[in-house]
Structures are given as structure tokens and as C-alpha cells.
């Protein structure tokens, strides 16, 4: 079964930093493309970044492009989303996702963590 | 404003057949499949339609996916009222971006 855990997520004041992890167990996780999207309070799902197997190849959204980088430890079976510069709009949950075997889009996804932006 | 576009709300009765819509453009929908969502609040996302129309197992088969030009569609037939939650498309954009609906919240009177 897969298991995607995500960890990380807290309240941190404009400006700031943060690194989230994402453990995943249950598949080969070195052979999938992996992804972060988000949920703004109130807001629909958007997607925030994608990475390729063996991590050379990564995609942001606009919204986060130069701010945010993702990252995987094959060896730890863990992702990262690194978030730097960070702003009140980047307040969500934030998911971690397997994605399908034809596209970097989610298949699987963890059950998310908070990230709160605010003085 | 989303990429691609979903009407906000959708609503049936009990046994009843509702259709959800998801359009997009030729970057994105016209080129690349399409990926359907079921959200609960406090949940993770579960992927209902993966490759169009495909289901993943244990997805009953009352949730049917279908692609036309760069709009699809999500079917659901005889409504139940597990059945209400937030529904999502997704796909591929050429501008090397996933990209998702605005999400379509589904009442089942």
C-alpha cells in the first residue's frame, strides 16, 4: 500500500524559510515522478511543483518559480520542498503525491501538512 | 482564475446521473490526458479517472471519464450520498505545468 507522510509544515513569519519532507514506503519510490500541489484556505487545489525519477529534471508553478525547489533522496525515499521568501498567499495545506506512471500528475497522496505565513 | 475551468457547483438527487465539465485549451487538454479528483474536506485528494477514462481499482464504476477536443468530462451515475464532495480535473500544460480545475462542489439533494 502506498504511504506518503508529510512533515514540516508550521507557522513561519513573511520572509521566511521552511523545508518539507515527504517519506514515502510502499512502491519503488526511485522509479516514479513525484509532485507537491496545494490548498489555500478556502481555495482549490493547485499545483506547485513536480520532480522526475532520478531528480535532473524538475517543474515549478509560476506562483512559486525562483522562490520554492524541490528536491528527492532516492536512498531515503524522501521529497523535499524547500520554500524560501515566503508570503502570506503561500499559506495551505500542503500535499505530496506519487504520480502516474503517464504524466507528472498525482495518483497517489499523502494526507498533507500545514503551512501558515503570518507576523 | 484557474486553467482550466469547471462549473463551481453541481447538484442531483439519489440515483440520478450528474455530468461535471472540465475545459481547458489546446496546451493543455487538447494534448494530454486528464485526471479527475474526489476531495472530502481534511482528506487526501482520491484519483477517480486517470488517462481519460480509465479507473483505478476499487473506483466503482458508476464514475465514468471521457475526453472531447480540449473539454472532458466527469459522469457520475446513480448518485449516492457519499457521492458529495469536491471534484477536481487536472492535466498536463505545455507551458511545463500541471494544472487543475477550479474544483466543482457536488450537493446531492
Known sequence: ?119 | QSVLTQPPSASGTPGQRVTISCSGSSSNIGLNYVYWYQHLPGTAPKLLIYMNNQRPSGVPDRFSGSKSGTSASLAISGLRSEDEADYYCATWDDSLSGVFGGGTKLTVL
Open chain 1, 1 to 119: 500500500e502506498v504511504q506518503l507522510l508529510e512533515s514540516g509544515g508550521v507557522l513561519v513569519q513573511p520572509g521566511g524559510s521552511l523545508r518539507l519532507s515527504c517519506a514515502a514506503s510502499g512502491f519503488t519510490f526511485s522509479s516514479y515522478a513525484m509532485s507537491w500541489v496545494r490548498q489555500a484556505p478556502g481555495k482549490g487545489l493547485e499545483w506547485v511543483s513536480g520532480i522526475s525519477t532520478g531528480g535532473s529534471t524538475t517543474y515549478y508553478a509560476d506562483s512559486v518559480k525562483g522562490r520554492f525547489t524541490i528536491s528527492r533522496d532516492n536512498s531515503k525515499n524522501t521529497l523535499y520542498l524547500q520554500m524560501n521568501s515566503l508570503r502570506a498567499e503561500d499559506t495551505a495545506v500542503y500535499y505530496c503525491a506519487k504520480d502516474a506512471t503517464s504524466a507528472m500528475i498525482p495518483h497517489s497522496w499523502g494526507q498533507g501538512t500545514l503551512v501558515t505565513v503570518s507576523s
